[in-house]
């Protein structure tokens, strides 16, 4: 009987490493403020909560009760991932092999971390499960929605500020609009804010200086953390537009401020047969693998994830657009 090629793949070893996960938790902004949500399915609906109503009860009376009703929003499981083939040359030798595999992981996981951040931030596109997995956060603020709070109108909590404009006094007037968008909501919650923005905001914030030309922002730490004014917060790549998912976006920079109990991470489990871990990676060896004829291991990096912004009422963007 002739045995195929798909009945000896499952007997092909293969290695596996974590630090790609590392390299993951350390760059994503998304993964370090998002609330985690365990999923152990494709998809998984979780309820929206909010809104719970109060009123005076005399003595005697019956409490009244609530008028808002909970509903549920959906995460989507989606899968991320890519492969890299390296010479066996590389990392034969104990020392440098070993850098070499560890650099490659690294690599993989900051690559991953960027394109779920842009994936979850600044995809402006419709989600259609491929070139965009999920309705980002700028999306989700770029639409018309109905919510159990009532209609969100479209670009309602989007500031666009010219490039030209985002200077001096006109720069921080924009600031205090855009969180006031944020803070002046009923969901506003001081202790579950955060701030993530794109590093373009850096220089941007150094030119902003008072009437003796002092700058009014001044780092408060170096680092991906980040503190903006008075919340905690992190940098990220992914805080710019482009119209599909990528991790080299090259839109419009933009920040964005809200509640962290609205991002929802949606940790799914890895396929069958996959790599362990999520994000993870697994290296197949040339020496008993499918590059045994070419001396070139192969190294898979994935993860898999849903995300959802829950509520758009919940954000505000500041976005620096180009001069008209």
């Known amino acids: 009987m002739t045995t195929s090629r798909q009945d000896l793949e ?3 070893p293969t290695e596996f490493s974590q630090t790609v996960l590392t390299a993951m938790e350390q760059t994503s902004a998304i993964e370090q403020v998002a609330r985690p949500e365990t999923m152990t399915s494709d998809t998984k609906e979780v309820a929206r909560f909010g809104g719970f109503t109060v009123g005076t009860v005399a003595k005697g009376a019956e409490y009244g009760f609530s008028q808002h009703v909970p509903d549920k929003v959906e995460l989507i499981a989606r899968k991320v991932g890519g492969a890299a083939k390296i010479a066996e040359e590389d990392l034969v030798d104990t020392i440098t092999g070993e850098g070499t595999m560890s650099r490659t992981e690294k690599e993989a996981g900051s690559a ?3 394109h779920y951040d842009h994936a979850a931030l600044g995809s402006t596109g419709a989600p259609d499960g491929i070139n965009v997995k999920y309705e980002s956060v700028y999306r989700a ?3 018309n929605q109905a919510t159990p709070w009532g209609a969100y109108v ?4 989007i500031v666009k500020v010219e490039t030209s404009d985002f200077v001096g006094a006109a720069a921080y007037n924009s600031i205090v609009d855009w969180l006031a968008k944020y803070e002046e909501s009923i969901w506003f919650d001081e202790g579950n804010t955060a701030v993530l923005a794109s590093p373009v905001f850096k220089s941007r914030f150094r030119k902003i200086v008072d009437l003796n030309g002092n700058p009014v922002f001044v780092d408060a730490r170096s680092g991906a953390d980040a503190a903006f004014f008075g919340y905690g917060g992190r940098w990220t790549r992914g805080a710019r537009t482009h119209a599909t998912d990528t991790q080299t976006p090259t839109g419009n920079p933009f920040m964005v401020i809200g509640s962290t109990e609205m991002l929802i991470n949606g940790r799914a489990r890895t396929s069958a047969g996959m790599v362990p871990g999520n994000p993870g990676t697994a290296w197949q060896r040339a020496n008993n ?3 045994f004829l070419s001396d070139e291991a192969i190294m898979k990096a994935m993860m898999r994830r849903g ?3 829950a509520l758009p009422q919940a954000f ?3 976005e620096i657009i180009p001069d008209a």
Not at 154 to 157: E, I, K, M, S
Request: aromatic share 4%.
């Open 316 to 318: 505000s963007i500041l």
């Open 112 to 114: 991953l971390a960027v």
């Open 154 to 157: 479209a670009n309602a909590n």
């Open 289 to 291: 693998g499918i590059g």
């Open 307 to 309: 995300f959802k912004c």
């Open 141 to 143: 603020l770029s639409q």
């Open 10 to 12: 499952v007997l092909i």
